[in-house]
Nanobody, 120 residues
Framework: QFQLVESGGGLVQPGGSLRLSCTAS????????IGWFRQVPGEERKGVSC????????YYKDSVKGRFTISRDNAKNMVYLQMNSLKFEDTAVYYC?????????????WGQGTQVTVSS
């Protein structure tokens, strides 16, 4: 069975850091562009960052540039999202997804999501 699993979410104070991890079972991540998306209640799921499949080029939403870093470790079949200087508005459920290219409308696989809460 092909699936993605996120981990690393939690409660953090403003200015704090978290590292999200995304791993796959049943397939290898290095064949896919891996994106991180987030969703808050009542809003659409939105892209935050993506790392390309072939040459690991990172892409970021403007609001997270300079604070978030996406990386991949193909040997471990993992993709990470390091989140620093977290803000209240970063609170959301974060999902990783595997697609053919960054920016693709369709994602082949989704994880179940991990909650990130930024609160004092």
């Amino acid at each position: 069975q092909f699936q993605l699993v996120e981990s690393g979410g939690g409660l953090v104070q403003p200015g704090g850091s978290l590292r999200l991890s995304c791993t796959a079972s049943g397939f290898t991540l290095d064949n896919y562009a891996i994106g991180w998306f987030r969703q808050v209640p009542g809003e659409e799921r939105k892209g935050v960052s993506c790392i390309s499949e072939s040459d690991s080029i990172p892409y970021y939403k403007d609001s997270v540039k300079g604070r978030f870093t996406i990386s991949r470790d193909n040997a471990k079949n993992m993709v990470y999202l390091q989140m620093n200087s977290l803000k209240f508005e970063d609170t959301a459920v974060y999902y990783c997804a595997a697609g053919l290219v960054c920016g693709a409308h369709h994602q082949e696989y989704w994880g179940q999501g991990t909650q990130v809460t930024v609160s004092s």
